[in-house]
């Protein structure tokens, strides 16, 4: 139980920094990460674009919990400030999946519950695993497949931000 799949998300302040800061978090673990892409706002609206990313790790000396913590902790060091659901924040570090483990635990819901409907997440996902899964839910091209094209064109590679 150690390979997680973890979303990155900014839109405070030097967002690519945010991300770089998040990847080098969890760097001794990286098998992969996604390219960087620029989306808007979703859940509240009235706020700037996002940069979002996606990376796979894996290291079997952590659970889904470690994954969290670490996560967590990526935040923390971001100065990220939980004032608002969905609000504006300078890092978002979202567990997606860990292995084949499904959590209804409140503080760690996996798979998360917004991925299958979430271009902003599917898509990266896809750039570095053509083959990912979402646990109970199923292929990811499916589910991308199913969302509504403006969701799809919403999520723009940005191939002058790297995180490698």
């Known amino acids: 139980m150690s390979r997680a ?10 967002r690519l920094g945010y991300l770089r800061s998040a990847v080098d978090a969890v760097r001794p673990a990286l098998v992969a990460v996604s390219g960087v892409y620029e989306t808007k706002a979703w859940g509240v609206e009235d706020q700037p674009d996002f940069l979002n990313a996606l990376c796979i790790v894996d290291d079997p000396a952590r659970d889904h919990w470690a994954w969290l913590r670490a996560g967590q902790a990526a935040e923390q060091a971001a100065g990220r400030v939980r004032e608002l659901r969905w609000g504006p924040r300078t890092l978002d570090v979202d567990i997606v999946t860990v292995q084949d483990v499904t959590s209804d635990d409140p503080e760690l819901l996996l798979p998360h519950p917004g991925t299958p409907d979430r271009a902003s997440v599917l898509i990266p996902w896809l750039e570095i695993d053509p ?25 723009v590679l940005r191939p002058d931000l790297t995180l490698s």
């Open 5 to 14: 799949v973890l979303s990155l998300g900014s839109n405070l302040g030097d």
């Open 131 to 155: 083959d990912a899964e979402v646990p109970g839910h199923g292929r990811a091209a499916d589910l991308l497949a199913r969302l509504p094209e403006a969701d799809r064109a919403g999520v």
